[in-house]
């Protein structure tokens, strides 16, 4: 396939959005899967929008997921990287057009007759010397139109196939400003071939500009990359995905405690489909088995239920130890303090299977850390008369007995069950009153846990209380 090269190119004009950082995935994927090259080039030349702390998040973003660039703002032999640094080159290459007769100087602004009305060309394209020498004493600085050739251009594109456009179609489009700034076609033809790239994969919204570059690359004498354009996220309501739908932007999941590898698992699963049933993939494993030619064109539907299941999934996946140190930051620092490292990896091992986030992580600690609160429904089982003979059994085992490790607590458990039996109780109506007597709820960790992370007397304080109810 030669030597494959693929450039995401974001703007630093807001926060990296998931759409976005999809497609910065499918460009890393390609690229890690053929051996190949992935480039990071910052499209800033919308001044008034573009902000250095934009740009910082991206890059921050970017590393967050794993999505490492070998070349970008930093490093590599093909920059700079940023469009602003590399205004000369686009002005040289427009006039290069004008010398070679396939652009022309327009006079009338942007927004001439041949934006507004069924024409094909401006008016300026007659301007003779005298006309322009005119136009300019008046101040006015001409901006560069492309003269678009008549011609069928076939699109072979990778993901919807050869797609056919009629440039008789294409008005002639501005390629550079009045005040010397490039338009988005200029830029990201001249940086596309500049720097070597070979594959173009992005959004189908820009499926239509394609026409408008493939014109542009053969009219500056460059070699025409092969074009990608996958499918876009919508929301449920089908609309195009947005804020009203949930978070949109990167840093929220990494700030709401999601894993980089659940997100581009995620990603890369909304319009690729694997082979076979697998769904959870590590970022190795991705670059292994993905594809652009399995790219659905149907659009993709954002489903957060799906994610949430995904990074549970990958939460799970993990080393204790590793976990509890990725969870520690969700933790209150305040009460991390009181405790050991070991008894928080046991905490973990204990609530992890509830984790949807690693956010989770406080909410499920909260049982070990704050007072006992008894809902409505753990107190209508501490209400009943058998639940009384259990407490009362178990505070007497629990007094001759250990629950320093899994094993002692799963003891005791087994004890209390086989002399409740004997009179007749069994089944829920053991351990649910345990468990409603230990944390106030009708459900929540192993009771072995429990039993371990609270103590022996801590235990036993807290069934002594709940015995009392009702």
Not at 349 to 371: G, H, M, N, W
């Amino acid at each position: 396939m030669g030597n494959i090269r693929v450039r995401f190119a974001p703007s630093p004009t807001g926060n990296l959005h998931l759409g976005s950082a999809r497609t910065a995935l499918y460009n890393w994927l390609f690229a890690k899967h053929h051996g190949g090259d992935f480039i990071v080039r910052i499209e800033d030349t919308d001044f008034l929008r573009s902000a250095p702390e934009f740009e910082q998040s991206i890059l921050e973003d970017l590393s967050w997921l794993g999505l490492n660039y070998d070349e970008g703002p930093g490093k590599g032999g093909f920059g700079p990287y940023r469009q602003s640094r590399r205004l000369s080159l686009y002005k040289s290459k427009a006039k290069q057009l004008v010398a070679d007769g396939k652009a022309y100087y327009c006079y009338c602004g942007e927004q001439s007759k041949v934006d507004s009305v069924n024409k094909k060309t401006c008016n300026c394209l007659g301007l003779d010397g005298r006309d322009q020498l005119d136009a300019s004493a008046k101040g006015v600085n001409p901006a560069i139109r492309f003269r678009v050739p008549k011609e069928k251009i076939v699109i072979d594109d990778i993901v919807y196939g050869p797609t056919e456009f009629d440039t008789a179609n294409i008005k002639d489009f501005i390629i550079l400003r009045g005040n010397g700034m490039p338009t988005f076609h200029l830029s990201v033809v001249v940086d596309d071939a500049e720097m070597k790239i070979s594959h173009v994969i992005r959004g189908n919204d820009h499926l239509p500009n394609t026409p408008k570059h493939i014109l542009l690359f053969k009219a500056l004498g460059y070699d025409i990359p092969k074009f990608a354009h996958h499918s876009l996220i919508m929301g449920s309501d089908g609309g195009k995905l947005s804020k009203r739908h949930g978070a949109t932007a990167v840093f929220q999941y990494r700030e709401a405690g999601y894993l980089h590898e659940a997100v581009i698992n995620y990603l890369a699963l909304l319009s690729w489909t694997p082979a076979g049933e697998q769904e959870i993939f590590k970022p190795e494993e991705l670059m292994q088995y993905f594809s652009l030619e399995k790219l659905s064109k149907s659009p993709a539907i954002f489903d957060i239920g799906k994610l949430n299941w995904i990074n549970g999934q990958h939460i799970r996946s993990y080393p204790l130890e590793e976990l509890t140190q990725m969870a520690i930051p969700f933790l209150a620092k305040d009460e991390v303090k009181k405790v050991s490292r070991e008894w928080l990896i046991k905490m973990v091992e204990a609530t992890r299977d509830d984790y949807i986030t690693l956010a989770d992580a406080k909410v499920q600690s909260e049982l070990f850390f704050k007072p006992l609160k008894i809902t409505k429904e753990a107190k209508q089982w501490l209400e009943k008369d058998t639940s009384k003979a259990v407490l009362a059994k178990l505070v007497e085992v629990l007094g001759a007995s250990r629950v320093d490790n899994n094993d002692e607590a799963r003891a005791v458990l087994k004890s209390l069950s086989k002399e409740m039996k004997e009179q007749g109780i069994k089944g829920k109506d053991v351990f649910m009153p345990v468990r409603c007597a230990l944390t106030g709820k009708t459900e929540g960790p192993e009771l072995f846990y429990i039993f371990v992370l609270f103590g022996k007397q801590k235990s036993i304080k807290r069934i002594e209380s709940a015995a009392k109810v009702g």
